[in-house]
């Protein structure tokens, strides 16, 4: 009797499981379900940002937005509301944006942040790659070790090459495990999701060299294909780092939305984008939270049988200051930032919360900046800071820079009116790791022709126009361009600052000295590919001989020790605003007002006057003019051969 019953509970526990689903891998359900509801809460792009942080509300009023604390306490809000039928997934991003992330090779926070929290599945998006593939290995594997709750991971177009540099990630892939997809159940319902990296993304994602991403939309195909026909799942998610744009060419998580009928929903990262409302198009559901934890997405959905998946309801909450916070979530973040004052940033002079300057003005919201690209005054102050901080290291060796340049995508955050801390200059460029193991891009200073230097500069005009992270802020010189004339060739004049502090016309082939960040450097490979070979550099020493490894052109910020030491670029910006005078006599730098808007540095002069479209042209201008002179003059040739062959056939 004791055995049958031992035996009826098993059953009965067996089939409990199956209704319920078991754990973070869902059981094959025998049959779907004739209809259900799902609950999917989703970020992207949080970047490390573990803290609260200062925005402007769409009035233009300060507020504070995000943390993780608060977004723990409205998950578990939604928990205890949806029980079940909730699934918590992000689509990359994850790290790379705050103090935070300098422990990501050491602490993994972010993976282990986001399990306490609650996450079912996240993927991963460029900037997870910007410690190279060494650094997301070693997060991945001091995440495991922990023995913590964590985050499934799926990346559905990772391609390793074989090379040999890439099995530390293999193996940490192997034992995370990352999967290339997964399948869960809530409600009853089977739920396959998957994650992809986007073309736009994989541009931005240099440091996975050798490692690659293959095309998205085929990739996207042959997993769904596997979901729809192998899994027998109901929804189909995929979590895609791919973003949206107003340009409907180049809004890539709509095409994939076009060219994969089947994909249920696409919760969509890295252009930051943030959706009112979702996207539509055929089944697919677009849905997208911004970025910074700002925004917790809630897409509630119904499923039937024969019509499947419909949303029912979409929201974008608010991650505000009347928030609760968790208090465990609050603790852990806590200790955190105790191990980035003692191991980052204790050793540069610096501390989170020390007061670096203050403005009695705000700087223009980067959300402002990437409406609308354009030179800023932010992005002069830090290209200024950049030739400021390598005279300091420099000392009685210093050359002069004549050029700096900063891409937009690499500005991270701006400043607002009030003291600046460490933490927030950080924040303004909180990207990369040096060659010497440490968080922060350092600069590098090479040398390039004047010729070189127009070719560089027409990335601002003809790259930037279809890339908006490519847009330059400069120092050094001033630029006018012409929109109206051929692609990459569209500079018209361009005068240099000298040492003396006059402005001269570029010379053609003199030697220049241009600052900018390894980023940036090693972009120049990119640069060429998007310009065809129209745009070519080869970065020099000061006698002229050709720069192989940009890790030999840094600035070293202590030449009295051994060795290089990197001038970092969020510790060149510090090294500057704290130079700036104290107006207020309270001992505290004040950003000057000249820093409050743009000074002209980058001038538009458009003109359809044809001596202006083709005046001082390159290679590209005269080779199509000559291309055009030669065309027309055989069409000439062409038609006047038949008017005469006519005219004799008439005879």
Not at 200 to 214: H, I, L, M
Not at 416 to 428: H, K, L, M, Q
Not at 486 to 504: I, K, N
Not at 629 to 637: A, E, K, P, Y
Request: charged share 25%; net charge neutral.
């Amino acid at each position: 009797m004791i055995h049958h019953k031992k035996t009826a509970l098993i059953i009965f526990s067996f089939l409990l499981v199956l209704t319920l689903g078991g754990g973070r891998e869902g059981v094959r359900a025998q049959e779907a379900p004739s209809a259900g509801q799902l609950s999917i809460v989703f970020t992207h792009d949080l970047h490390s940002y573990f803290l609260p942080h200062d925005v402007f509300t769409g009035e233009g009023q300060p507020a504070q937005r995000g943390g993780y604390a608060k977004i723990a306490c409205l998950i578990q809000r939604q928990r205890a509301l949806k029980g079940n039928r909730m699934l918590l997934v992000d689509a990359g991003d994850f790290s790379m944006g705050t103090l935070f992330h300098t422990t990501f090779m050491t602490e993994a926070a972010e993976l282990r942040l986001m399990g306490e929290m609650g996450y079912d599945v996240t993927t991963f998006g460029n900037h997870d790659f910007d410690f190279h593939n060494d650094g997301l290995a070693a997060a991945m594997r001091i995440a495991r070790s922990k023995g913590e709750p964590l985050p499934a991971i799926v990346a559905s177009n990772v391609v390793f090459s074989g090379d040999a540099s890439e099995n530390a990630l293999k193996e940490a892939f192997r034992q995370y495990p990352v999967r290339d997809y997964i399948v869960l159940e809530r409600n009853g319902l089977r739920i396959g999701l998957f994650g992809l990296m986007g073309k736009d993304a994989a541009d931005d994602a240099p440091f996975a060299r050798p490692v690659t991403f293959a095309d998205p939309v085929t990739s996207g195909r042959r997993v769904v294909e596997i979901l729809k026909n192998r899994e027998k799942v109901d929804v189909i998610v995929c979590l895609s780092h791919s973003g949206t744009s107003a340009v409907k060419k180049h809004s890539e998580d709509e095409i994939l939305a076009r060219e994969i009928h089947d994909i249920d929903v696409i919760i969509s990262g890295h252009t930051h984008t943030v959706l009112p409302r979702p996207i539509i198009i055929g089944k697919t559901i677009i849905v997208s939270a911004g970025c910074y934890g700002e925004f917790l997405g809630i897409l509630d959905l119904e499923y039937t049988k024969d019509k499947g998946m419909k949303p029912a309801s979409h929201e974008l909450k608010p991650i505000a200051a009347d928030l609760p916070d968790n208090a465990q979530l609050t603790a852990d973040i806590l200790k955190f930032k105790k191990t980035v004052d003692r191991d980052y940033l204790a050793p540069f002079g610096y501390a989170y919360d020390q007061v670096v300057a203050e403005s009695d003005f705000n700087l223009e919201p980067l959300s402002s900046i990437y409406s609308h690209p354009r030179e800023t005054g932010l992005g002069n102050m830090i290209t200024d800071a950049y030739r400021y901080a390598a005279e300091k290291a420099e000392g009685k060796n210093y050359e002069y820079i004549h050029l700096v340049i900063d891409p937009l995508g690499l500005i991270r955050d701006s400043f607002r009116r009030g003291s600046i801390a460490a933490a927030d200059v950080f924040g303004v460029l909180s990207l990369g790791i040096g060659t010497d193991g440490v968080p922060g891009y350092p600069l590098t200073a090479v040398y390039i022709t004047g010729d070189e230097m127009k070719d560089l500069l027409e990335v601002e005009t003809s790259v930037a126009t279809r890339k908006t992270d490519a847009h330059f802020q400069l120092s050094g010189v001033k630029l006018t361009y012409n929109p109206h004339r051929l692609p990459f060739d569209r500079v018209t004049a361009v005068q240099v600052r000298e040492a003396d502090g006059s402005y001269r016309p570029l010379e053609r082939g003199k030697l220049y000295r241009i600052c900018m960040n390894s980023y940036t450097a090693k972009m120049v490979e990119f640069v060429q590919r998007v310009s065809h070979g129209l745009i070519r550099l080869t970065p020099k020493d000061r006698a002229g001989r050709p720069v192989s490894d940009i890790k030999d052109a840094r600035i070293d910020a202590d030449p009295l020790k051994p060795g290089i030491q990197e001038l970092k670029e969020w510790t060149a910006l510090a090294t500057y605003m704290k130079s700036f005078p104290d107006n207020d006599g309270n001992g505290i730098p004040n950003i000057p007002h000249k820093y409050r808007e743009p000074e002209g540095r980058i001038t538009s002069a458009p003109s359809w006057n044809p001596v202006r479209l083709i005046a001082g042209g390159n290679r590209i201008t005269y080779g199509i003019l000559a291309a055009a002179i030669l065309f027309l003059g055989l069409s000439g040739l062409l038609l006047w051969k038949i008017r005469k062959w006519l005219a004799r056939k008439k005879k």
